[in-house]
């Protein structure tokens, strides 16, 4: 039972793959009268159990716990089974105590959702057609509209919903909030404000889009036992899109060590970072390599910072190199009878600055496994990414934010609309792997493949942490060479282990944010929980 909950927990889908999905399991033999009832069933008790959540209007809590009975619950309902779902759900809590009533404002509905609207007014359910009409409550159910709603809301539906938005009570959606695109998380002309969004049977990928988080509010799959094989006969051609579980990572962590080992046996990673004015990049990604256990660092740095990374690294092989009158690397100096051909990984780009351009160049040229960050993507954007990465002959992983994706990418659709598409192209396009970073940090492979980080904190966005982000994934890239660990797997590892550093951070400190020097303490404490 554990790993097919695993499993489903992994799996994320589009508009259309859930559609076909559930026809499968419908021409199998299973009513949709009766699915309806499990999951809202399930949804009901989800309610009762779920902690009262305060009223949006400042200072005024709910005075009746949902637990206890009695609170009053106003039900939105849709046309479709959405809003079937929506009015079981009306039914379940009526017969257990609550107070219901019903906001049906669709003169059409499906004949299953009629039948369910028919027996709750037989109950003697108030039932309302007009947003004015409407009773005060403790808390909304949205099930106004489902997955796959594809069009714009206009009025009157449009403005019913930017008054319900403007209630005091909480809004709990049903599988997405109404008005959101199910693939994109686009705003369809106006969408719920939910503070609670029940996603049922499986992820949908608008729950990984950055312009729909503030619409989901907390986010909770509601498995109604899907089986795994009708999962697996409708994604098995496509490209799958990747949910990272604490599972799926804490399998890699911490990287395995024979009985028998040495330092370079763990991994030789090369940083190539700072520069007179951006001191602090190189020590923020010296940092995070050592918290991946790398077993042998080197840090090229220009030779005026040697002595402060010394200071701060001093575990680290720090290789002081020439600069130029800006304080740039102007040339790497590495030591004797060393080439980059001795490292099992190169990180290259915070706080280099754009004069380091000869520097970049040189290591794209190089047969190592490569990540490129912060100015090491300026520069290669300049010399044109997709072209450039095509010649490598080793893997190339990059980790851009918005901004730096759309310099190195002007061709690919807008990574704000659709960012899983974004990096999936951008992948393609390139032959690299991309890591798009964003509250929802989202992996792809050349080969289509997509991982997504499923939570983050806004703690993070403070300046630094994409350095120790660089660093961290590093040192995990140069140990893995030796140990039959995918490359993907191992920037989503990284990407994961970053974002709960900053969680655990955020939990303990504060959400106003996390510094960068603080987050690299926080690394190792995410193995010890």
């Not at 991994?267 to 010296?286: D, E, K, P, V």
């Not at 040339?331 to 001795?342: G, I, N, V, W, Y």
Request: net charge negative; charged share 20%; with cysteine.
């Amino acid at each position: 039972m554990q790993n097919r909950q695993e499993e489903i927990s992994q799996v994320v889908v589009t508009a259309v793959q859930m559609r076909d999905i559930e026809d499968r399991i419908f021409a199998a033999g299973m009513p949709v009268v009766a699915l309806m009832e499990k999951v809202a069933g399930l949804i009901a008790r989800r309610i009762q159990e779920i902690p009262p959540t305060p009223l949006k209007k400042q200072g005024y809590i709910l005075s009746n716990s949902p637990q206890a009975g009695g609170s009053r619950v106003g039900i939105l309902v849709g046309p479709g089974h959405n809003g079937g779902d929506a009015l079981v759900v009306a039914r379940e809590l009526h017969f257990r105590g609550y107070e219901v009533w019903i906001y049906s404002p669709f003169s059409k509905l499906k004949e299953l959702t009629s039948q369910h609207l028919q027996y709750a007014q037989s109950l003697g359910i108030p039932i309302y057609q007009t947003i004015e009409q409407l009773p005060n409550s403790d808390l909304l159910i949205d099930g106004l509209f489902g997955f796959g709603l594809e069009r714009n809301l206009t009025d009157p539906i449009a403005s019913a919903i930017n008054q319900l938005n403007q209630l005091p009570a909480p809004i709990y959606s049903i599988d997405i909030p109404s008005g959101l695109h199910t693939d994109t998380g686009e705003v369809l002309g106006t969408a719920i404000r939910a503070t609670h969004t029940f996603c049922l049977g499986l992820w949908k990928l608008a729950f990984f889009q950055d312009q729909a988080l503030e619409y989901l509010g907390k986010a909770e799959l509601i498995d109604f036992d899907i089986p795994l094989a009708d999962v697996e006969a409708v994604l098995k051609d496509a490209p799958r899109i990747k949910r990272i579980t604490p599972a799926t990572v804490l399998a890699n962590l911490p990287l395995p060590r024979p009985p028998v080992t040495h330092k370079y046996k763990e991994g030789h990673l090369l940083l190539i970072c700072g520069s007179r004015r951006y001191a602090g990049g190189a020590i923020l990604t010296g940092l995070g390599a050592r918290a991946s256990g790398v077993g042998m660092l080197s840090i090229a740095v220009p030779e005026s910072l040697k002595s402060l990374l010394v200071s701060h690294l001093p575990e680290a092989l720090i290789v002081g190199c020439p600069e130029t009158e800006t304080g740039a690397i102007a040339q790497l100096q590495l030591p004797e009878k060393t080439d980059l051909s001795s490292f099992n990984a190169i990180a290259c780009g915070p706080g280099l600055t754009r004069d380091a351009t000869p520097i970049v160049q040189e290591v794209i040229e190089s047969e190592r496994p490569l990540i490129l960050d912060a100015d090491g993507l300026n520069i290669l954007a300049q010399m044109g990414a997709i072209a450039t990465l095509k010649k490598r002959l080793a893997v190339t992983v990059l980790t851009p934010h918005t901004g730096e994706f759309q310099r190195l990418f002007p061709d690919v659709p807008d990574a704000k609309h659709d960012r899983v598409q974004a990096v999936r192209e951008a992948a393609a396009q390139s032959e690299a792997i991309v890591l798009l970073k964003g509250a929802r940090t989202a992996i792809a492979n050349p080969q289509g493949a997509v991982w997504i980080i499923p939570e983050s904190t806004p703690a993070l966005a403070r300046g630094g942490s994409g350095d120790v982000l660089t660093g961290l994934l590093g040192g995990l890239l140069a140990q893995a060479a030796t140990k039959q660990i995918a490359v993907e797997d191992i920037v989503a590892t990284a990407a994961w282990w970053h974002s709960q550093a900053g969680i655990i951070a955020a939990q303990e400190r504060t959400e106003l944010g996390v510094d960068a020097f603080t987050l690299t303490q926080y690394l190792i404490k995410v193995l010890s929980n």
